[in-house]
């Protein structure tokens, strides 16, 4: 699924691709990727609009349109963009378009594609950003969370700090794999609650989740690049703990896979 990072890199791809072009049109290829009401009112409201700033919070994804409202892209498990020339889009092989869901036909004749290709990605129109995540409830973003925004998320929870990362609520952005990568270069056990651990290792797990996902963004979300003390790489089955080389422990936390080393994660109040 496309967490912060990923979703950081897309921001950035609209940015250098696709903004103050006019659209054309909007081909609905399934209808089902627009969260609005009636998909063809939508799209005809669209024409002539152009996006003018793209934005982010944990892993939603903000563009700022001209008419002043808000278009909402979160990605899914599967969500990707793709920016062609309309030429280029038609050259293409029905393998790499089959999961084109909206494409957003700009006057320029270059086209924004959509992707997802199970279909859990969405499409929202909304009036304003903080609209958006006062009714949703989101919390700060994990890139930018301050240390007394983070803190108070954790201490005031009692349950395991893996669930607490995960909790989109608290804290927007952190999947699975980085909670994981976080908690093992913090060296905190998954099941320790939040108001068990210390001000100092809270500390230390604010600083590290906004080093690790940074990394994450300058090497493009490759995981096969990031360096090579990462805790990501022995994160496979069977994997050893790249510290103490015992066999990694797997739980299910917070309704998600987790694994870490109990030797260098030791359950224990910090």
Known sequence: MPELPEVEIYRRYL??????????????????????????????SLVRIQFKKISRRGKYLFIHLSSG???????GMTGNLRYDSNTKLQELDAKITRFDRIRFHFQSNKVLSF????????IELWHSIDDFINKRKIGPDALNITY???????????????????????????????ADE???QSKINPLILGSQISETQIKKLHEVIQNILQIAIDH???YGEFPSNFFLHARVINGK????GKELEKRIVGQRTTIFCTICQPLISL
């Open 15 to 44: 940015e250098n691709t696709s903004l103050n072009q006019p659209i054309h049109h909007i081909e609905i290829r399934d209808a089902k990727i627009l969260r609005v009401p009636n998909p063809e009112v939508f799209a005809k």
């Open 69 to 75: 409202e808000i278009l909402l892209f979160h990605f």
């Open 115 to 122: 992707i997802s290709q199970r279909k859990f990605a969405r």
């Open 148 to 178: 007394p925004q983070f803190s108070r998320a954790i201490q005031s929870s009692k349950r395991p700090i893996k669930a607490i990362l995960l909790d989109q609520h608290r804290i927007a952005g952190i999947g699975n794999l980085y």
């Open 182 to 184: 976080a908690l093992f």
């Open 220 to 222: 493009n979300a490759q």
């Open 241 to 244: 703990c790249p510290i103490c």
